[in-house]
């Protein structure tokens, strides 16, 4: 089985920085992508960032400019940095990964961290 490990959450003020690490282990597989999904109280799961393996990247309109999203292949591990933080952004952040199976592509979600923007 594929797990992933999510670290890098917690409190910080308006106009701060956080980094979130998410490293992929277990059975050997093939990644198509990973990125990352938030999830405020009350509300629908959305897209933070993704990169392909082909080099693409996708940003949800909230946090463009804000965000920027990373991934080490090597040590199959995705960061994303957060800079200038709003309040706004306080959400569970969900990491996930695209495993290549036979004939269809699985997507396995982390745990989650909470990321909390406050004075």
């Known amino acids: 089985q594929v797990q992933l490990v999510e670290s890098g959450g917690g409190l910080v003020q308006p106009g701060g920085s956080l980094n979130l690490s998410c490293a992929a282990s277990g059975s050997i597989f093939t990644i198509n992508a990973m990125g990352w999904h938030r999830q405020p109280p009350g509300k629908q799961r959305e897209l933070v960032a993704r990169?392909?393996?082909?080099?693409?990247?996708n940003y949800g309109d909230s946090v463009k400019g804000r965000f920027t999203i990373s991934r080490d292949n090597a040590q199959n591990t995705v960061y994303l940095q957060m800079n200038s933080l709003k309040p706004e952004d306080t959400a569970v952040y969900y990491c996930s990964v695209d495993i290549v199976l036979t004939h269809a592509i699985r997507r396995v979600w982390g745990q989650g961290t909470q990321v909390t923007v406050s004075s």
């Open positions: 990169v392909i393996s082909d080099g693409t990247l």
